[in-house]
């Protein structure tokens, strides 16, 4: 048995989800939802992720921290395939990983919502203060610390926080 097949694919969702989220590192790669597919191959393991967002900047570090894991584990021959569809949606994240943002400051995404009001001006949306849980909030600015971020002000105890964005 070879580097590459003596691994199980329960055991490579394993060693990913100790893959941090470079910008959010109390979440996961799978947490995430980024994480679609593992193919084991006789010479190779493939890793298929999507995009969170175009052009996303963490996706570069997706990959090498993907590679970098599964060859920590031992696991030589790796390689990551980018795949655009189905586009990624804020409904990939797991149950756990929202209460992980939600503990970590940042208002997890409104599971079956859309910001596209948000986006085009309108403040129509209600988002729970992560520190307080008030859902007194103001936004601020349509972007927050990253491009996946809306920024969001609470009125009760009047801390800054991040809004993850829903798509």
């Known amino acids: 048995m ?4 003596k691994y199980t694919k329960e055991e490579i969702w394993g060693f990913l989800s100790e893959v941090p989220d470079p910008e959010i590192p109390v979440i996961s790669v799978v947490d995430l939802g980024v994480v679609r597919d593992i193919e084991i191959l006789t010479e190779k393991i493939i890793i298929t ?6 052009g996303c900047p963490a996706m570069k570090a997706f990959e090498d921290d993907i590679i970098s894991k599964l060859n920590e584990k031992g696991i030589k021959y790796v390689a990551v395939k980018m795949v655009y569809a189905p586009a990624w949606t ?3 994240i797991n149950d756990e990983a929202l209460e992980k943002l939600r503990n970590y400051g940042i208002a997890p995404p409104i599971k079956g919502t ?3 009001g948000v986006l ?11 520190q307080c849980n008030s859902n007194n909030t103001v936004l601020k600015s349509q972007f927050g610390s990253t491009a996946c ?7 009760n105890c009047l801390e800054p926080f991040d809004y993850f964005k829903c798509i």
């Open 114 to 116: 859309e910001d596209k």
């Open 2 to 5: 070879n580097s590459t097949t």
């Open 49 to 54: 992720i999507t995009p969170t967002y175009t």
């Open 149 to 155: 971020k809306s920024l969001y002000q609470c009125e």
């Open 90 to 92: 804020t409904d990939w």
């Open 120 to 130: 085009f001006g309108s403040d129509s949306k209600i988002v729970n203060c992560p």
